[in-house]
């Protein structure tokens, strides 16, 4: 996230092909006035739009992402927005870890004979935006830790078990998981809420690895994380090889990095 | 807004990112085929039949599929045009033509129950009702023609007092000669009923003219009525205005009205005589009047048939605010859906006349002959591609994929997915998700996407990483 000057949001939106970029061009078709804010990126459906990409998006400084897809029940490929809506509300949950406002990520709908909505849309979020305020424009410093802070989000939302428990949602909410049992939204809410916590944190873990061995102690101090869930965490990447034990300082253990090839 | 500097800057950003994408864009392999060599039409009205009857000409067969017992549609009320034409006979002939046309198949009291493909390459349900009938049919293009139906007015007493009629029905009427309504001493047509209000904002085009013709009509047959037609704006656009000059010269009286201060209408005894009474304020004079008239017709325009709905779910192309078909684009691609091989044509898109109605038919018929007549046919090109040496085989890809286009099958080094080209659409929610990230999208791939971001947010055209 590179600092800016001024105070003009600078907005991203995802617009799939059937619907929302039909809409968005009806609106430009019938000439109606929105703010210029907003850079449109398509994607055949909004069921590309994945974490990975708004995460990039802020990392990139920009202050706002907007997806905007087709309504239910009218998907040109029947569930892409739904994906979508599955993969928002992991997103939303990164963004709460890294310490971005959530209110900076949309996910609305907007049909192809709806041009005035889409312009209606944009309004409305590019204002929320201003009153949020650009993120450039925070001290340097703060500036620094989101941005440590977005890179381990990035990777956490380039992870197999991120992917894998957002790909499993509505699995999960419809048919159960391999023991049959059934989740409702909260429980999925929950569940989602506890793995990106947990894995925005190794990742956070990982990167302070990467410069230094550190004690559990060290790590949370500098991540400013309760040591336990430090510790449970680092136990965890321990089992899992990414990190080692390389001796001990007083009576701390101090971990470090294991280079992992990948097999 | 209306600002130019950021509109402008909005511009060489977009062009930006456009060029940053293009970059990495990579060959494809499209996949190419011979298009199946028949038409599927929705709607056996004029619209279906027209194009029915040109994309046979053209020499490809034709499945015309037609919910009613006979074909028609809306034209079968309406007896001539207001240039005087014989839309009846013109029907019968056209009708005649299309059902005995070799490459046409008419399916009567029929509908499309279910439909998938993609262009060149379609293969659709028809359901006839009755005998329960399912016949499959295989076809290149499809030509949605639903057409539209005559709106039910709400208000002036229609369908409490049997004077109050339709202008379809005032023009049924004259026709079988009523003396209801050929005999009478006042008529009053009453335009934009339950239209361009707050409710249903558009105007359907066509009921100005229909009223003029029925008061030209009524003036012929009886030189002794009085005819008004209380209008908000008379649209009788094009040469059409020679005919309202025509039916103010022959002394029909025109009075205009307001939105705010609609006619009231009320049935009344009148010195032994039962009268509607219709009150109008003419809004230029503000000059109250009272008619007292024995008929009174409603031009209540044109809606969107219930249909649209469930047809437009059928094939996946959208309606607009109204419930019309919305085309591709208003300028640039007017009989078009966005799915490539779908046409549009008649009132299942929008309110029109007739003429406009066939000129539109002839054109959605062209588009589709143009698939018909490939020698080959090249799609499917942005399609999903698995990298076999990061996939494990987990399957998730399988589990998401709306079309069953991904498979896990099992090769020497275990378990892979593998993406059916010909069945991808092309989503890219397998991608989104494949935890390996191993699934790559032809022209929607990670980097082509966030090479556009990082164009957008630095200015500049570089990798992304
Ligand atoms: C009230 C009214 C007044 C009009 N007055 C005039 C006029 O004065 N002058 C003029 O030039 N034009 C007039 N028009 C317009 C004219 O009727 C149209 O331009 C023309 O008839 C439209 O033909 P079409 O084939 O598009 O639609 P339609 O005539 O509506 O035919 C559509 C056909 O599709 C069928 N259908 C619908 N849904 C399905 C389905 N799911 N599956 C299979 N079949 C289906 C219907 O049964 C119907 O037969 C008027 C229209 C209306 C509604």
Redesign the interface.
Known sequence: M?EREGS?P?L?CFCC???SY?GA?LAG?SRM?????????R???S????P??VV??FL???DGVLILGCHP??C?????NY?ARN?VAATRRLLDCVGIDNRRLVLDWV????GTRFAEIVTKFTNEVKTLGTLGAAKPTDVAAVNFRLKAAIAAA?G??L??V???Q??FATKGNRYGEVFSRHELDRMLDGIVADEVMAQQILALLNEEPASVKEVAASLKLPPPQVLRSMLALRRKGLVTLSGVQGSSPMYKRRNVERF | MRDRESANRKARDLLRMAVAKARLLGPVAPLTFEPKRSCLIVGGGVAGMVSALSVAEMGFEVNLVEKAGELGGTARRILNTLNGQDVQAYLDALTGTVREHPLIRVHLDAEVIESRGYVGDFTSKIAVRGDGKITEVGHGATIIATGAVEAKPQEYLYGQDSRVLTLLELERDVAAGNTRVCGVQTAVMIQCVGSRDDERRLCSRVCCSQSLRSALKLRELNPQMDIYVLYRDMMSYGLMEDRYREAAEKGVKFIRYELADKPRVTAVEEEGRSVLRVMVRESALDRLHMIDADVVALAVGVVAGQDNREVSRLFKVPLDEDGFFLEAHMKLRPVDFATDGIFLCGTAHYPKHLSDTIAQAQAAAGKAAAILCKKKIETGVEVAFVNAEECIGCGICELLCPFKAIEVVSIDQGDRAHVISASCKGCGVCSSHCPRRAIGMHSFGDDQILTQITAMATGKVEQYA
């Not at chain 1, 006035?33 to 990126?41: E, L």
């Open positions: 590179p003009e600078s991203v092909h059937w619907c039909s061009d078709v006035q929105y703010p210029a804010n907003i850079r449109i990126v994607v055949m459906c069921g590309r739009v994945e990975y990409f990039q998006a990139h400084g920009l029940g009218d040109h490929y029947l569930t892409g994906e993969m049909s192809a004979a709806e380039q197999e078990k992917r894998w957002v790909a499993k509505t699995e």
